[in-house]
């Protein structure tokens, strides 16, 4: 069953999405990790898209369908299905994936979107940090480091994105609803969307998500 995840940011795509990797094997595939990883390693890629992550506008379609169509390149196929995270976020990425994944005869068989009040996505993303040093991922509120600022498992120090400072985190926001509704029109009318709630503890978003896809998958079977 491969899926799209969507949903605003802090919903919790990527979260799902890395356990349906680690847990039920899915292929993951997130655009948002591959273009922070490029401006980690300050390749071109990365210097190119720096500007646009830190000012929460979108990085160009055509530089993000092409890091698409490169991972599913990579993808194994068989039983092993892929989790598209965040993406598409506009109708010419929508459009542009069909294209991509038409080339390959490959298909989606789900969109979920996530859905969670503004108030609270605000209060998640604001209170997000990450490891400088091995990246991993904190929160002040459900997941703090066992000495503030500092990271459990190597020591590094933890610093706060630019995309997750509350000023971008709106304007991130107010660009994601701009941008949903067409989308959400879209998969609505292909009978692919879904919606899933999206407040309370990862556990209980990712516990709902198995239930659902454990129901979708009875009836395309019934």
């Not at 630019?162 to 989308?183: A, F, G, K, M």
Request: net charge neutral; aromatic share 6%.
């Amino acid at each position: 069953m491969n899926l799209i995840l969507l949903g605003p940011p802090g919903a919790g795509k990527g979260t799902c999405a890395r356990m349906l990797a680690d847990k039920k094997n899915f292929f993951h595939i997130s655009t948002g990790d591959i273009l922070r990883e490029e401006v980690k390693k300050g390749t071109s890629l990365g210097q190119n898209v720096r500007n646009y992550m830190e000012s929460g506008k979108l990085v160009a379609d055509e530089v993000i369908l092409d890091i698409i169509e490169q991972r599913l390149e990579n993808w194994s196929g068989g039983d092993k299905s892929f989790v598209l995270d965040g993406f598409p976020r506009t109708m010419a990425q929508a459009e542009g994936l069909e294209s991509v994944l038409q080339k390959k005869h490959l298909f989606i068989n789900q969109v979920i979107l996530l859905d969670v009040p503004e108030g609270e996505l605000i209060r998640r993303l604001s209170s997000r940090r990450v490891c400088g040093n091995c990246g991993a991922n904190y929160n002040l509120i459900s997941q703090p480091p066992k000495i503030p600022d500092v990271c459990d498992y190597c020591g590094g120090k933890l610093y706060q994105r630019e995309d997750d400072r509350e000023e971008t985190v709106r304007n991130r926001l107010r660009i994601y609803q701009q941008e949903i509704q067409p989308l959400v029109d879209h998969y609505t009318n292909k009978s692919l969307l879904v919606r899933l709630d999206g407040e309370g503890t990862i556990d209980d978003v990712f516990q709902r998500l198995l239930t659902l896809l454990q129901l979708l998958k009875k009836d395309d079977y019934s």
